[in-house]
C-alpha cells in the first residue's frame, strides 16, 4: 500500500518561497505542497503597485517597490543558481525586468501549480498529534474575507519576507507635524516631492537612493544619518544633516540642536520581523533577533516549522537560493539536527558573540558586515553536504560595494561579466 503523502505548506511565493518550492519538488514525489500568496501573482515584494497603506479588500499593502527602483547589486550578485538572466540585459535591472526574472524562474520549475494566489494566512498553530506535531493553517481568500478555510501540514516553511512592518522611530512631537510624514515602504513616486523641502532620515542603501531621486525634484533635500562615514561621491547638493531629534508644526530640530523648515520627512529606517500569522507563544522577535531558530531558520522546538529568508543584508537571491535547499535536507534529516539543548546553546553563543564584538543586539540577523554572510553559506553547505556559492561572488560583491561607495551616482551603470568560479571581468569602466 502506497505511503500518504507528506502535505507541506509554503507561506509566501517570494524569492524564498519560490526557491523553497523549487527544491521541495525536485526532492521528493512525496509531497503534497501548498504556497500561501497573497498577491495575484508570484513576486513577493517585487509585485508592485501605486497603492499604499491597504488594497481594494482592506487588506496591507507590503510592496517597498517604487516606481524608479533599480536594482542595487549587479544581477550578477542576484540570481538563482542555474537559472541565468538574460545575457543581453545590463547588470543593473529594473523592479519590472527581476518580477519577469522571478516568474519565468516560476514557470521553468513550472512551481505555479503549487501556489494558491489572493490567500491571506490567518493563523499557523501546532496540532499535536500521537507521532509529531503537525500544522493547522487558517486562511482566507483576499476576494471573501468573511469566509476561512482550514487545512493540516505535515511541515509549514515561513517565506514571508521581512521588508512589510516599517520600523518607525519615536521622535519627540511627530504628531504636532504638519507636513507629510512617510516611511519608505510609502514611497512610490519622486513627482510627489516637486518643490518641496524633504528631510530623508536613514542613509542605508534605500535612504541614499531616495535621497538622490528626490533631489532631482525638490527645492531642497535634508539627508539625517548617524553614519561615521558617507560616499565620497555623495551629492553636494544634499544637505548632511544628524539625526532627527524632535518636530515642530514646520521644522525638523536636529541632534546638533540646528533645525530646518521641511515639507515632508522620509523614514528609510528599515523594518521590523513580523510574522502576525503565526500563534502567539510560537516565537520572539525581540530586539530583532527571531527566536528560537537554530541557525536562523529552523524552530528549535518545532524543527518541521522552517523560516527561510531571516538575515538580511546579504546577496539576496542565490544566498535564499542555497538556505532552502539547506531548509529541505533539514526537513528530510539530510541536515542532521543536534539536541534542542545543543541548538539553542550554539544559537545563545552566537547572539553573545555578537554582543562581544561591540555590535547592536538587532544585529542578531544582519549579515552585511565584512564576510559575515560568506561564512554562513559554508556553514549551510558543509552541514547539509551540499556546495557552497563560488568564491567569485564574494570577490565580485567586494569590488561592487567598494565602487558603490565611491561612484555613489555612476555605479549602477556599470556592467559585469562572471568568468569562471573565482573570477569576474568589468565590461565597461
Excluded at 487545512?151 to 521622535?171: L, Q, T
Excluded at 522546538?301 to 538580511?312: C, E, M, S, T
Aim: with cysteine; proline share 6%.
Amino acid at each position: 500500500m502506497a505511503s500518504e503523502k507528506k502535505r507541506i505548506a509554503v507561506i509566501g511565493a517570494g524569492p524564498a518561497g519560490l526557491c523553497t518550492l523549487k527544491h521541495l519538488s525536485q526532492s521528493s514525489e512525496d509531497y503534497e505542497i501548498v504556497a500561501f500568496e497573497r498577491n495575484f501573482w508570484p513576486g513577493g515584494l517585487w509585485v508592485y503597485t501605486d497603492m499604499t497603506g491597504s488594497d481594494e479588500y482592506g487588506v496591507p499593502i507590503h510592496s517597498a517597490m517604487y516606481k524608479k527602483l533599480k536594482t542595487n547589486l549587479p544581477k550578477e550578485l542576484q540570481e538563482f543558481p542555474g537559472f541565468q538572466y538574460p545575457k543581453e540585459w545590463k547588470s543593473y535591472i529594473s523592479r519590472k525586468q527581476c518580477l519577469q526574472y522571478l516568474n519565468e524562474f516560476t514557470d521553468h520549475y513550472d512551481l505555479r501549480k503549487y501556489i494558491k494566489t489572493n490567500m491571506l494566512v490567518r493563523e499557523v498553530s501546532p496540532v499535536n498529534t500521537t507521532d509529531q506535531v503537525r500544522w493547522n493553517i487558517i486562511y482566507s481568500d483576499i476576494r471573501k474575507l468573511g469566509e476561512t478555510t482550514q487545512e493540516v501540514f505535515d511541515a509549514v516553511f515561513v517565506c514571508n519576507g521581512h521588508d512589510s512592518k516599517p520600523n518607525i522611530p519615536d521622535i519627540a512631537d511627530m504628531d504636532k507635524f504638519c507636513g507629510k510624514i512617510l516611511h519608505s515602504r510609502d514611497y512610490r513616486h519622486v513627482e510627489s516631492f516637486a518643490n518641496q523641502r524633504v528631510a530623508v532620515l536613514g542613509m542605508h542603501y534605500s535612504g541614499e537612493d531616495i535621497a538622490i531621486q528626490v533631489s532631482t525634484q525638490a527645492k531642497r533635500v535634508y539627508a539625517c544619518h548617524r553614519r561615521k562615514t558617507m560616499s565620497p561621491s555623495f551629492p553636494d547638493d544634499i544637505i548632511q544633516k544628524p539625526s532627527i531629534v524632535r518636530m515642530t508644526e514646520t521644522t525638523a530640530v536636529f541632534t546638533d540642536g540646528t533645525e530646518a523648515e521641511v515639507d515632508s520627512v522620509i523614514f528609510c529606517t528599515g523594518y521590523k520581523y513580523s510574522f502576525p500569522f503565526l500563534q502567539e507563544g510560537l516565537i520572539s522577535t525581540e530586539n530583532e533577533r527571531v527566536t528560537p531558530l537554530y541557525k536562523h531558520m529552523v524552530h528549535i522546538d518545532y524543527p518541521n516549522l522552517i523560516f527561510v529568508g531571516i538575515p538580511k543584508q546579504w546577496n539576496h537571491f542565490p544566498q535564499i537560493h542555497n538556505q532552502s535547499k539547506v531548509a529541505v535536507a533539514a526537513l528530510e534529516g539530510r541536515a542532521p539536527l543536534p539536541s534542542k539543548e545543543e541548538m539553542k546553546r550554539e544559537s545563545d553563543q552566537e547572539y553573545q558573540d555578537l554582543l562581544d564584538a561591540g555590535k547592536p543586539k538587532t544585529y542578531y540577523h544582519f549579515f552585511g558586515d565584512e564576510d559575515r554572510q560568506w561564512r554562513f553559506n559554508k556553514e549551510l553547505a558543509e552541514w547539509a553536504g551540499i556546495e557552497p556559492l563560488p568564491p567569485v561572488m564574494e570577490k565580485l560583491n567586494d569590488y561592487v560595494m567598494l565602487e558603490r561607495f565611491n561612484n555613489l551616482l555612476g555605479f549602477n551603470s556599470i556592467d559585469y561579466q562572471v568568468t569562471g568560479p573565482d573570477s569576474f571581468k568589468v565590461l565597461n569602466k
